[in-house]
């Protein structure tokens, strides 16, 4: 499996990062998007043989898509840096667009009840629900691994840059008729301190802005 470039949006996820990167599946590369990190993630992960871009501009969809805009593969994906996926399970949703899907999201499976809070969870039901009732997709989670075409993410001209990102793919990707599967993945505990959905306060933004775009 080769020509995937996986986008690895970056805050200080220092202790996480030689996990992830050392399971970057061959013949991918990975595309570390710092994001204000203060804990030397950038300088590891350059030593680690990454990619690093700096996204100027704080925010979840800010790191997405300046890592969109580094990237030069045919397919793209998005993978959240703190350990709790495993990239090597992006080839498995790669594999789907070559099959004939044009966006692919992972639903997460989690390892322990540690790896995703009761609230976190409420919340992502709940968002889901909300996508499926705006849109007819069939997403049950909106889930922070997704592979799509490069070219194609790009014409989706998304413009939140914050952690509405994801719901904005989706409902951008709907309304160009693009057909959207989800895969089934292993979801662990994180590595190190969470910033967004690991915390209550985190997850209230993360669900704010998401209902944002829903809203729009």
Wanted: charged share 25%; net charge positive; proline share 3%.
């Amino acid at each position: 499996m080769t020509d995937l470039d996986i986008v690895l949006p970056c805050l200080n996820e220092a202790l996480a990062l030689p996990w992830v990167l050392a399971r970057i599946p061959e013949g991918a590369r990975a595309i570390v998007v710092d994001n204000g990190s203060t804990d030397g993630s950038a300088e590891l992960a350059e030593q680690l043989g990454a990619t690093v871009v700096r996204a100027q501009t704080l925010g979840y969809g800010a790191a997405c898509h300046a890592g969109l805009l580094a990237a030069t593969a045919e397919f793209v994906a998005v993978c959240d840096c703190d350990a709790s996926l495993d990239p090597r399970d992006a080839t498995a949703l790669q594999r789907r667009v070559e099959g004939g899907a044009d966006l692919v999201i992972c639903r997460r499976r989690p390892q322990t009840w540690r790896a995703w809070s009761l609230f976190a969870r409420i919340a992502n039901k709940e968002l889901a629900r909300r996508i499926r009732h705006r849109t007819g997709a069939r997403i049950v989670d909106v889930g922070p691994m997704r592979v799509a075409r490069r070219e194609a993410l790009l014409s989706l001209d998304l413009a939140d840059r914050r952690s509405g990102y994801p719901v904005e793919t989706v409902v951008a990707a709907v309304k160009r008729g693009w057909r959207i599967e989800q895969v089934d993945v292993v979801y662990r505990e994180r590595i190190g301190v969470s910033k967004v959905t690991g915390t209550l306060r985190g997850s209230i933004q993360a669900v704010r802005d998401m209902s944002a775009v829903l809203d729009a």
